[in-house]
């Protein structure tokens, strides 16, 4: 990877190891992100899941109790 950075911008050593450490950094800030997201819309759709079963649950005790 070191060689293809070099090679397509013409950079020093110290550049090209800068270019790396950013690139890493950066993918795994963006995995972190996407991680949290997923936990978050998983979290999003147990909830809604859960509150779907409840409104269930009541609408079949009103109608029950209507008969």
């Given at each position: 990877?070191?060689?293809?950075?070099?090679?397509?911008d013409g950079d020093?050593t110290?550049l090209?190891?800068i270019?790396?450490?950013?690139?890493?950094?950066l993918?795994?800030l963006?995995?972190e992100?996407i991680q949290e997201?997923n936990?978050?819309?998983?979290?999003?759709?147990?909830?809604c899941?859960?509150l779907?079963?409840?409104?269930?649950?009541i609408s079949k005790?009103?109608?029950h109790?209507?008969?």
């Amino acid at each position: 990877m070191e060689m293809q950075i070099q090679d397509t911008d013409g950079d020093t050593t110290a550049l090209t190891r800068i270019k790396t450490v950013q690139h890493s950094t950066l993918s795994k800030l963006f995995m972190e992100a996407i991680q949290e997201y997923n936990s978050t819309l998983v979290r999003h759709r147990e909830r809604c899941a859960n509150l779907l079963k409840q409104q269930l649950r009541i609408s079949k005790i009103i109608k029950h109790s209507r008969y």
